[in-house]
C-alpha cells in the first residue's frame, strides 16, 4: 500500500505547486490580496508532501520492497543498511525526487524568511518556484515515476551501482542539488523583479544571502565529487573536465560572478540588469546541467539510462522556462527604472567596480569556453564533422589563460576604492607583497626536483592572492578594527582560493607516478618514497569479494603507513571496483591502486605521489565556508 | 532608492544583443533536440571504423580446423564476404551466433577466431554449431590489429574488390542485420551490378 500512497502524495504535490504558481502570480498582477496570500500555505504544504513522498521511498527501500520497480533495480538483500538510505537517489527517479524535494525545501525556507517582503513580492517569487516545481513534479510522475510496481515482485533486487557504493556518493548528490537547485531562489527574484517592473535595492539585499548560501553548496558538492572521483575511479586524477563535471562548473562559474556583481548593485546601484541576467543564466546553466546529465545527451564515466522521451520532455519544460525568462527579460531589462540621480553610479577606469567588471567578464568567458567545449563533439556530430572528443588540454589550456588575469587582479579588488581611486596607491600597497610572492615563487622554482616552473608560478600565484588578501585584513585591523561577515566571508573565500591554487599547481608540477610489476617482498622506489609490497589476500565484504593488497610505505628509512588497496567484484553483477590506498598528509599523499594480478602472486601495482593534492579539497572548503560566512551577515536581515 | 526624484529608464538593449541571444538559444536548443533524438540510438558512441571505403588489410593466416593450410586476403576477393571475429570467451558472440547462422545460410560469412585456444574453439563450433564457410585462426591477435579489432565480436563487410564497406562492433541483433547489413550488402551488389554492365556494355 504504501507505495500508491507515495505516487498520491506526489499527485497532490502537484496540485500544490500548480496551486502555488497559478493564483499568487494573477493575484500580484491584479493586486487581489486573497490570492496573493495563497503562494504561502501552498508552498508549505508542497513540501510536505514531496517530503512525505520521499519518505515512502525511503521506507520501501530500508524495508527492501522489491516490488517496487526501482528498489528492485537498484538495490539487494545484501546491501549494507546506510546504502538503501542513500540507494533512494541513486539513479534517474529517485535523484529526481530529491532534485523535487530539495526545490520544495529552498521554496519553504523561502516562504519561511520572506514574510518581511512586500506582498507582490513574495507572491511572484514563490509563484516562479511554483511553475519550476510544476516542471519537475510532472517530469516525475509523467515519465520517471519512482513507485512503479512489478508483478509478480522478484525475490532479490539487482544491485546499486557499486560505484555509488561509498561514503563520499551518499552525501556528494544532496549537496550538489542544494546548490543546483539554490540558484532557483535568486532566479525566482529576477523574474519577479522583471515583473514588477524594477530592481530595488532592498530586494538584492535580501536575495543575496541566497545566492551565497547555494553556491557555497555547490562549492561543497563538486568538491566531494572530485574527492571521490580521487579515491574511486583509481587513477588519481581529481579533476577530468567530463562532460558531468563541467555540467556542476558552469553554474558554479556564473554563480561566483553573480555572488559579486549582485554585491555591486546592492552596494551601488549600478549592475542591475546584468545582475538579473546573470542570475538566470546560473539557474538556466544548472537546469541544463540536470539536463545534460539526465537525458543522456552526453556521454561519460557516469552513465545514466538513456530514454528520449524522457530528455524531450525536460528539454521542453527547460526551453519554455528559460525561454520565457529571457523573452521577459528582453521585454523588461530596458525599461527597468533606476536612479539615474543616484549619486552611488557611476566609475572610473580605476576602480573596484572596474575590477569587479573584469572578474565577471572572466567568469562569464570561462563559462562559455566550459559550455563550448562540453557541447563541441555533440556539434560536431550534428554537423557531420565527425567524432570529436575535447578533453584536458583544451580545458586546461584555455582556463588557465582565462584564470591567469583573475588571479592577477584579485587581490586588487578589496583594497581599491569604488567609484575613483588613485591606481598608484593600491600598487604601492600591494608592491612588496608581489615581490615576497615572486620570491617564494623562485625559491620553489629552484628547490623543486621537477617542473620547476610550474612549481614556482603555482606558489607564485598561490602567495600572491594569499598575501594580497593579508594585506587587506591588515589594512583593516589597523583602520577600525572591524570585520562585518560580509567582509570574513570574502576574506575566507579569497584565503581558499589561494590554498586550491598552490594544491592545483603543485600536484600538477610535482606529481610522481610509476605502474610496475611487483611480487611479494620486492619494492619500488618512488621519489623520496620507497613502497614494499607484501602480497595480496582475499577478503570478505558484506556484498563482495575483495583482493586486498599489502604494502608498506617508507620514507627515508621511516616506515609510514600500511596501505589496503582493493579489487572488489561485487556479487551482484560481477563488476570490479579499485579501492585506491591512501596515506593522506596535508603534505601530500601516497596513493596506490592495485592493477591486474600476472602470475606468480606478482601484481601490476600503480603508486602516485602526490604533494599537496588536500589543499585542493581544503581550498574548495574554504571558498564553500566563504560563501556560508556572508551569508550571515546581519546586514542582509534587516528589513 | 525608491524615493529619490527622477527614475528613468536605463538605455534599451541593443538589437544586435538580441539577435545573437535568439540565434544562440535556438541554436543550443536545436543541438539539444538532435542531442536528445541520437541519445536512444546504441551505437552513437561507436567510432567509425578508419577502415571504411579503404581496401581490407591483407593477411594470410592459417586454418582453424587445418593450420596447415592458409588463406590469404586476395583469395577471397571476387565476391563480397562477411568477416566475423570471435572468441570461444566471448560471451557476446554466443548471443549473436544464432542471429550469424541464419544471415549465413545464403551468404559468404568468414570466421574470425581471435586471440582464443584452437582447441576451445573447435569444441566451441561443434556445440553450437558451424555457420563460417571457413574459420581463420589468429592466436596472437597480430594481424587483428591491422584491422582495428579492440573487442569481440566485431563484424566487417568487404566487398568483391577487397573494400570495407560497413562494420558493426559488438553483437548484431536481427534487426542491425535487417536493417543496416543486407541494404549495405545490397548496395555492394548494386555497384557490382553497375560496373559489371558498364564492362559488358547495354546488353
Known amino acids: 500500500m504504501l507505495p500508491e500512497l507515495g505516487q498520491i502524495l506526489l499527485l497532490c504535490a502537484l496540485l500544490a505547486s500548480l496551486l502555488q504558481a497559478g493564483l499568487p502570480l494573477v493575484g500580484a498582477q491584479r493586486g487581489n490580496a486573497t490570492w496573493m496570500a495563497v503562494a504561502r500555505p501552498a508552498a508549505f504544504a508542497q513540501l510536505l508532501l514531496v517530503a512525505g513522498a520521499f519518505a515512502v521511498l525511503t521506507a520501501a527501500f530500508v524495508q527492501q ?117 539554490g540558484f532557483a531562489v535568486p532566479f525566482a527574484f529576477a523574474v519577479a523583479a522583471l515583473l514588477e517592473g524594477r530592481v530595488d535595492a532592498r530586494w538584492l539585499r535580501w536575495t543575496r544571502p541566497w545566492t551565497n548560501v547555494a553556491w557555497g553548496f555547490l562549492t561543497l558538492g563538486i568538491a566531494l565529487g572530485s574527492w571521490w572521483a580521487y579515491y574511486e575511479l583509481g587513477w588519481g586524477g581529481w579533476w577530468f573536465w567530463d562532460p558531468v563535471e563541467n555540467a556542476s562548473f558552469m553554474p558554479w562559474l556564473v554563480g561566483a560572478a553573480l ?113 563550448l567545449g562540453t557541447l563541441y563533439p555533440l556539434l560536431a556530430d550534428a554537423l557531420s564533422l565527425g567524432k570529436i572528443s575535447v578533453g584536458p588540454p583544451y580545458f586546461g589550456s584555455l582556463f588557465l589563460l582565462l584564470m591567469a588575469p583573475m588571479v592577477l587582479l584579485l587581490p586588487f579588488g578589496p583594497l581599491v576604492k569604488w567609484q575613483r581611486d588613485q591606481p598608484s596607491r593600491a600598487f604601492a600597497l600591494l608592491a612588496p607583497w608581489l615581490g615576497l610572492a615572486v620570491l617564494l615563487g623562485a625559491l620553489a622554482w629552484w628547490q623543486a626536483p621537477q617542473n620547476g616552473w610550474k612549481a614556482g608560478l603555482g606558489v607564485a600565484a598561490a602567495a600572491w592572492v594569499g598575501l594580497g588578501t593579508a594585506r587587506f585584513v591588515w589594512q583593516r585591523l589597523r583602520g577600525n578594527g572591524r570585520f562585518t561577515a560580509e567582509m570574513l566571508g570574502m576574506i575566507v573565500a579569497h584565503t581558499g582560493i589561494a590554498v586550491f591554487l598552490a594544491g592545483a599547481l603543485l600536484v600538477e608540477a610535482l606529481n610522481v607516478q610509476r605502474e610496475v610489476a611487483l611480487a611479494p617482498g620486492q619494492q619500488v622506489v618512488v621519489g623520496r618514497h620507497e613502497v614494499r609490497f607484501e602480497g595480496v589476500d582475499h577478503r570478505e565484504g558484506p556484498n563482495f569479494t575483495a583482493d586486498r593488497g599489502h604494502l608498506r610505505v617508507f620514507r627515508n628509512g621511516r616506515e609510514l603507513a600500511l596501505l589496503h588497496p582493493e579489487k572488489r567484484q561485487y556479487a551482484s553483477g560481477g563488476q570490479v571496483m579499485t579501492e585506491a590506498g591512501i596515506d593522506a598528509r596535508l603534505s601530500g599523499d601516497v596513493y596506490v591502486a592495485l592493477g591486474e594480478p600476472l602470475g606468480n602472486n606478482a601484481w601490476a601495482v600503480r603508486v602516485h605521489i602526490k604533494p599537496f593534492v588536500r589543499w585542493i579539497w581544503l581550498g574548495a572548503l574554504l571558498m564553500a565556508l566563504g560563501g556560508f560566512i556572508t551569508a550571515a551577515d546581519r546586514r542582509f536581515r534587516r528589513p | ?88 570467451w566471448c560471451a557476446a558472440c554466443r548471443e549473436e551466433h544464432p542471429v550469424l547462422t541464419r544471415f549465413a545460410e545464403s551468404k559468404r560469412v568468414i570466421g574470425y577466431n581471435w586471440k582464443d585456444e584452437p582447441a576451445d574453439a573447435l569444441h566451441w563450433l561443434e556445440t553450437l554449431g558451424n555457420p563460417f564457410m571457413v574459420v581463420l585462426s589468429d592466436v596472437e591477435g597480430r594481424t587483428a590489429i591491422d584491422w582495428g579489432v579492440t573487442a569481440a565480436p566485431e563484424t566487417f563487410l568487404v566487398d568483391g574488390s577487397g573494400i570495407v564497406r560497413w562494420k558493426y562492433s559488438g553483437a548484431m541483433t536481427q534487426q542491425v542485420v535487417d536493417e543496416k547489413l543486407i541494404p549495405a550488402l545490397q548496395k555492394i551488389e548494386k555497384a557490382q551490378g553497375n560496373a559489371d554492365a558498364g564492362l559488358h556494355g547495354n546488353p
Open chain 1, 65 to 181: 520492497d522489491f516490488s517496487v520497480r526501482y528498489v528492485a533495480e537498484n538495490s539487494n538483500s545484501l546491501l549494507p543498511m546506510i546504502y538503501r538510505y542513500s540507494a533512494v537517489w541513486g539513479a534517474h527517479e529517485g535523484s529526481l525526487l530529491m532534485w523535487a524535494l530539495v526545490l520544495a525545501l529552498w521554496t519553504g525556507a523561502v516562504a519561511l524568511f520572506s514574510r518581511h517582503l512586500p506582498a507582490p513580492v513574495q507572491a511572484r517569487v514563490l509563484a516562479v518556484m511554483g511553475v519550476v516545481s510544476v516542471g519537475f513534479l510532472a517530469f516525475l510522475i509523467f515519465t520517471s515515476n519512482p513507485f512503479l510496481r512489478l508483478n509478480p515482485a522478484p525475490l532479490e533486487g539487482r544491485d546499486l551501482n557499486p560505484l555509488l557504493q561509498d561514503p563520499g556518493l551518499i552525501i556528494h548528490p544532496p549537496m550538489l542539488y542544494l546548490g543546483y537547485v
Open chain 1, 259 to 371: 555572488i559579486h556583481s549582485q554585491a555591486v548593485t546592492e552596494k551601488r546601484g549600478t549592475f542591475g540588469s546584468w545582475t538579473l541576467l546573470l542570475a538566470i543564466a546560473a539557474f538556466a546553466l544548472s537546469l541544463l546541467g540536470t539536463f545534460l546529465v539526465r537525458s543522456g545527451v552526453l556521454t561519460s564515466v557516469h552513465s545514466f539510462a538513456a530514454d528520449p522521451s524522457r530528455g524531450l520532455f525536460i528539454l521542453v519544460f527547460l526551453s519554455l522556462l528559460v525561454g520565457g525568462s529571457l523573452l521577459l527579460y528582453v521585454l523588461r531589462a530596458s525599461g527597468l527604472s533606476v536612479d539615474a540621480g543616484d549619486p552611488r553610479r557611476g566609475f572610473t577606469a580605476t576602480s573596484r567596480e572596474t575590477l569587479l567588471l573584469a572578474n565577471n567578464l572572466l567568469l562569464a568567458t570561462a563559462c562559455a569556453m566550459v559550455l
Open chain 2, 1 to 88: 532608492m525608491s524615493e529619490s526624484p527622477a527614475p528613468r529608464p536605463s538605455r534599451p538593449l541593443p538589437p544586435v544583443a538580441i539577435v545573437i541571444g535568439v540565434l544562440f538559444f535556438f541554436g543550443l536548443l536545436g543541438l539539444m533536440i538532435y542531442g536528445v533524438m541520437k541519445s536512444g540510438d546504441p551505437q552513437r558512441d561507436v567510432l567509425p571504423s578508419a577502415l571504411i571505403d579503404k581496401p581490407a588489410p591483407a593477411f594470410a593466416l592459417p586454418v582453424l580446423h587445418d593450420p596447415s593450410m592458409t588463406v590469404r586476403s586476395e583469395e577471397l576477393r571476387g565476391a563480397p564476404y562477411l568477416l566475423n571475429v570471435w572468441g570461444s
